[in-house]
């Protein structure tokens, strides 16, 4: 996989809704049901971290589930992207770029939406023929004032920022023209995952679906 066709793949992930879920799970046997409950509220890009023991039985059992789209974020090394890959992730998330990282990812296909933080950085992403990035920790990073400066020159990547997006802050990225869509872990909050409330997360992804 090229980095252009990468780029593309990503842009389409990024395109399907407003809000990537950004998810931290920590047991696999409530994977299907909160994939479930956020791609019934419009929501069917998921990104799995794989921060926890379980997170790969997760990508495995939410990649089961219809209209879901799932994706492996936090991927580090090559045996990050291969067991991803394996598990049924079909697009990974980084919190920055390695030419060894990007090397494992279009060696095994996987589109991913490599982080950056810089315009130096975006503008080596793009010299490779990343057009569509990650923009993280956004926050951190100057938030949506940073991001559009980074776009005005160099208009040609567009970005899912993520890290400190809430939804009380998420219109102020959706609104600028370099924005396909936000990461965010609002919509999956610990204690309703934990309560099983199922509903209510798919009430917070609802909400998360009407933002523009």
Not at 57 to 67: H, L, N, S, Y
Not at 98 to 119: K, M, R, S, V, Y
Request: charged share 15%.
């Amino acid at each position: 996989m090229t980095p252009q066709e990468a780029s593309t793949a990503a842009a389409k992930v990024c395109l399907l809704a407003p809000v990537v879920p950004v998810l931290v799970v920590d047991d696999a046997a409530i994977a299907a049901d909160l994939a479930k409950a956020l791609v019934a509220g419009g929501l069917p890009a998921l990104e799995v971290t794989l921060r926890t023991p379980a997170a790969l039985d997760a990508i495995r059992e939410m990649a089961a589930v219809p209209g879901g789209v799932v994706g492996a974020g936090t991927l580090l090394t090559p045996k990050d992207v291969e067991d991803a890959k394996a598990a049924g992730a079909t697009f990974g998330v980084s919190p920055g770029a390695t030419d060894i990282l990007l090397d494992a990812c279009e060696a095994n296909d996987l589109p991913l939406l490599p982080g950056t933080a810089t315009a130096s950085e975006a503008m080596r992403l793009l010299e490779r023929g990343y057009t569509v990035q990650k923009f993280f920790p956004a926050a951190a990073n100057g938030g949506a004032p940073a991001l559009k400066a980074i776009g005005a020159p160099i208009p040609q990547v567009k970005f899912c920022p993520t890290g400190g997006v809430s939804l009380a802050n998420a219109h102020e990225y959706l609104g600028l023209s370099n924005t396909l869509c936000v990461g965010g872990s609002w919509v999956a909050p610990k204690d309703l995952v934990a309560a099983g409330d199922w509903a209510g997360i798919t009430a917070l992804a609802k909400e998360a679906a009407a933002l523009s």
